[in-house]
């Protein structure tokens, strides 16, 4: 797919504390996907990139941020899924100076995309995923850093640990920014859309998505980044959340409420049905306790793809369940 030329992408920013900036990455609709510019010194960082339809509106984004491409250091990935890190490599042609930063299993899939696109085809099916990533552009295996575990980067002396963060995916990672007081949590800390704010603050779900979902892990990657007590997080589904220990409970809590589901559905004629309805049934009634602000037919719409997702994810953590 052709890149729209920069001058002609109009970025929707969102300004936030301490040099960070989203963007929306136009990803399916406004407002379900934002990479992140983090500024200081001089230097700057994105955090995710969205797609290579995202591009355009990532350097239109530098552009009004006053942001030169030569002074983006890095392309910090929590991972590899595509609406994360599809445009990674077309925007590492276009920032001369920037390093991919990588989980270990993430790595080699930037570098030769080619099992990645093809897990993805078989997720989103061939017509789909052509509309919603195009070519992958391989990212050079010189321009990539690998991280471990603890780990920490330097944006012009700005600290960031690199923490691994299994549940969502294996090849996961996050950022903690410390002096901060934040942490970039790609989907490790769930998905919280802006249009089901309530007068309570934000309202938030986990994301279950195919193929590598692990309960226990998920929720041990999340008592890991509660433990750091920050008082924001920065989603790629939506951007900024505060309230921190209130979302990171609720997302337990309904972590093991989906597996429960899926477990009770193991056997139903139409599993995939089951699990979904089950799960639609308990994302109304929290976001009715909650207040949030849609109606239950406006409310399911917007989690539609959510739905679908989390619903795949939970059949290949019980389909692996079952022939371990």
Same mark, same amino acid.
């Given at each position: 797919?052709?890149?729209?030329p ?13 040099g960070?900036t ?12 934002a ?12 955090v995710d990139?969205?797609?290579n ?21 890095y392309l910090?990935?929590?991972?590899v899924? @595509?609406?994360?890190a599809?445009g990674a ?9 920037a390093t991919?930063?990588?989980h270990?299993?993430g790595?080699?899939h930037?570098?030769?995309?080619a099992?990645?696109t093809?897990?993805s085809?078989?997720v989103y099916?061939?017509?789909r995923f052509?509309k919603?990533?195009g070519?992958?552009?391989p ?5 990539v ?6 780990d920490?980067?330097s944006?012009?002396?700005?600290e ?11 090849h996961?990672?996050v ?6 007081a ?8 769930g998905?919280?859309?802006?249009e089901?704010?309530?007068p ?10 195919p ?7 998920l929720?041990?990657?999340v008592?890991r980044?509660?433990a750091?007590?920050p008082?924001a ?5 939506f ?5 921190v ?8 809590g ?6 429960r589901?899926?477990e009770q559905?193991?056997d ?16 109304r009634?929290?976001a009715?306790?909650?207040g ?7 409310? @399911? ?9 989390n ?7 019980l ?6």
């Amino acid at each position: 797919m052709p890149d729209r030329p920069a001058a002609l992408a109009t970025p929707r920013l969102f300004r936030h504390p301490d040099g960070i900036t989203a963007v929306d990455t136009e990803y399916v609709h406004p407002g379900h996907a934002a990479a992140h510019i983090v500024q200081h010194g001089g230097r700057a960082a994105f955090v995710d990139v969205g797609t290579n339809d995202s591009v355009p509106y990532l350097l239109a984004a530098l552009d009004v941020l006053g942001v030169a491409r030569e002074a983006v250091d890095y392309l910090l990935l929590t991972h590899v899924h @595509l609406d994360h890190a599809g445009g990674a490599g077309r925007l590492m042609q276009m920032l001369p100076n920037a390093t991919a930063v990588l989980h270990p299993r993430g790595a080699p899939h930037m570098i030769d995309p080619a099992k990645l696109t093809a897990g993805s085809r078989a997720v989103y099916g061939e017509e789909r995923f052509g509309k919603l990533y195009g070519d992958i552009v391989p990212i050079p295996a010189g321009r990539v850093r690998v991280t471990r575990d603890a780990d920490t980067l330097s944006l012009a002396g700005r600290e960031l640990e690199i923490l691994h963060t299994p549940g969502h995916a294996l090849h996961h990672q996050v950022f903690v920014d410390r002096a901060h007081a934040c942490i970039f949590t790609g989907d490790t800390f769930g998905i919280s859309y802006r249009e089901l704010d309530s007068p309570r603050g934000a309202f938030i779900i986990p994301t279950t998505t195919p193929t590598q979902f692990d309960p226990e892990q998920l929720i041990a990657s999340v008592d890991r980044l509660l433990a750091y007590s920050p008082q924001a997080m920065y989603l790629m589904h939506f951007s900024r959340v505060t309230d921190v220990p209130r979302l990171g409970e609720s997302l337990k809590g309904q972590i093991r409420e989906l597996t429960r589901i899926a477990e009770q559905s193991a056997d139903a004629p139409d599993r995939p049905a089951a699990i979904r309805a089950g799960m639609g049934g308990l994302w109304r009634e929290l976001a009715a306790r909650h207040g949030c602000p849609l109606p239950p037919e406006r409310l @399911l719409a917007l989690l539609e793809g959510d739905l679908e997702l989390n619903t795949q994810g939970l059949i290949a953590w019980l389909d692996r369940r079952r022939h371990a």
